[in-house]
């Protein structure tokens, strides 16, 4: 079956700490992936996609996230965090390019002061 | 720059009664996503319409349907509500990929449905 984890449920850490949270995806196919992010109380929003090409993408906010076919995943990266990157993360896939997006069960991600 | 507009943003029903959901693309987006959300989980994918036709069905229940007008919008008709309803739902639009690209989806700011 279709699936994608993530790593962790949640994480703590301080400003200007790094961050990594990791996805991996089931499926064997192409597919399009996703990073979302929804702030307390918010919608979702699109911290960056990776559709094809450079596996190395770049997002807001200082967000990047590189894709490994190999390990199928893609995880999402932060050099140095801010008090205002408190949110959940979402990771998503597709395996097509306009269908339904399957997301990871998120992780909450607090960063203190 | 418009975006996905959702109305309404709150919503509270009893138990057996009925709610309609309704979401707005943004302009020229032709495909609609209904997406549900229960608390402290990850959104989990019920319907969607390209071009007013059903294009795909997750779990939606069967108390459940949805439609896309001329116009674009879609609303989400639930009826005889449970408590297990109460989530945020979340709709989403696109343009479609029938023309060979890939598009990313764009989330309204969901409906808060609290079913009592």
């Known amino acids: 079956a279709q699936s994608v984890s993530q790593h962790n449920h949640h994480v703590i850490l301080s400003e200007a700490a790094s961050l990594e949270l990791g996805c991996n995806y089931s499926?064997?196919?192409?597919?399009?992936l996703f990073w979302y992010v929804q702030y307390p109380g918010q919608h979702l929003q699109l911290l960056l996609k990776?559709?094809?090409?450079?596996?190395l993408v770049k997002g807001i906010k200082g967000f990047e996230a590189e894709f490994i076919k190999s390990k199928f995943s893609f995880n999402l990266r932060k050099p140095s965090v801010q008090w205002s990157d408190t949110a959940e993360y979402f990771c998503?896939?597709?395996?097509?390019?306009?269908?339904?997006?399957?997301f990871g069960a998120g992780t909450q991600v607090v960063v203190t002061p | 720059a418009a975006g996905v507009i959702q109305s309404p943003r709150h919503l509270i029903k009893e138990k057996r009664e009925t709610a309609t959901l309704k979401c707005y693309p943004i302009?020229?987006?032709?495909?609609v996503y209904w997406y549900q959300q229960g608390p402290g989980q990850d959104p989990q994918f019920l319907i969607s319409?390209?071009?007013?036709?059903?294009?795909d069905k997750g779990s939606i229940p069967d108390r459940f349907s949805a439609q896309q007008f001329s116009d674009y919008h879609s609303e989400l008709n639930m009826s005889s509500l449970e408590l297990g309803d109460s989530a945020l739902y979340f709709c989403?639009?696109?343009?479609?990929?029938?023309?060979?690209?890939?598009?990313?989806?764009?989330f309204g700011p969901g409906t808060r449905l609290t079913v009592t």
């Open positions: 989403a639009s696109s343009l479609s990929g029938t023309s060979g690209g890939s598009y990313e989806q764009y």
């Open positions: 499926y064997g196919g192409t597919v399009n």
């Open positions: 990776y559709f094809s090409g450079d596996p």
């Open positions: 998503a896939f597709r395996t097509d390019s306009w269908g339904k997006l399957q």
């Open positions: 302009p020229r987006h032709d495909t």
């Open positions: 319409f390209y071009e007013k036709m059903q294009s």
